[in-house]
């Protein structure tokens, strides 16, 4: 079982910057896709990136393709998103997920219901 947590969020002024952490326990993190979601209230909760368990792919929902950078580092069981260029559009809690499986391949796009394991969440808003 994977057990994430995020932090890094906070406020930032559109046009800049913030780079978001997620934490994992367990043994098996490196073999799992992971995402990043995000959710604004009232509305269901977004695809932002996908990372393969290899790291060597990723995918971004076109929002924030050419923004946005997914990575992962195995060795220290985290998975980042680093958020450049920010836009009021972009305020939203987000999550980070591993898939339901390990050694899954990875796929462009991913639905919440697509993923096994969540973390709490963390805040993200970027003023105008």
């Known amino acids: 079982q994977v057990r994430l947590v995020e932090s890094g969020g906070g406020l930032v002024q559109a046009g800049g910057s913030l780079r978001l952490s997620c934490a994992a326990s367990g043994r098996t993190f490196s073999t799992y896709v992971m995402g990043w979601f995000r959710q604004v209230p009232g509305k269901e909760r977004e695809f932002v990136a996908a990372?393969?368990?290899?790291?060597?792919?990723?995918y971004y929902a076109d929002s924030v393709k050419g923004r946005f950078t997914i990575s992962r580092d195995n060795a220290k069981n985290t998975v980042y998103l680093q958020m450049n260029s920010l836009k009021p559009e972009d305020t939203a809690v987000y999550y980070c997920?591993?898939?339901?499986?390990?050694?899954?391949?990875?796929?462009?796009?991913?639905?919440?219901?697509?993923?096994?394991?969540w973390g709490q969440g963390t805040q993200v808003t970027v003023s105008s």
């Open positions: 997920a591993a898939d339901q499986r390990p050694y899954s391949v990875t796929r462009p796009y991913y639905s919440g219901s697509d993923m096994g394991y």
């Open positions: 990372i393969s368990w290899s790291g060597g792919s990723t």
